[in-house]
């Protein structure tokens, strides 16, 4: 096998449903057997309008290690889309190779949306 290049490896992982009426942590993937994964981005399609719906996004036990909180505050419409992921930044910006069997979620933190929200994972995974 060749050497290994994550960026043309970003694949989309999963697609989940989450609802944002309630204030609630929702597995968006647990990292297969035999694999580690990193997480490069989510898109997230509004099932209407979100209002002042807050999440965080990470780890079980840390959910916060890949996104802090976040407003979905500009999804005011059902089909309405938005793209989270670290900004690149001057030192670079952390992120994390997950170990196979770890849970990443989303945690609705303040939940004033709805049910029927699409998350779209899209990452790396590397044999581990």
Known sequence: MGAFNEENNIALLAIVTVDHSVA??????TGPS?????IDHLKIK??????ETDITLGQVGALTDFIGTTQLDNLDAENDMVKIQPIQ???PVKQKWYSAGTVFQVDVTAANGN????YLVFGTLEPA
Do not use: I, K, M, V
């Open 24 to 29: 609630a942590q929702t597995t968006l993937l």
């Open 115 to 118: 049910a029927g929200n699409t």
């Open 34 to 38: 035999g694999f580690q994964f990193a």
């Open 89 to 91: 930044a001057d030192p």
């Open 46 to 51: 509004a099932a209407g309008d979100e209002g």
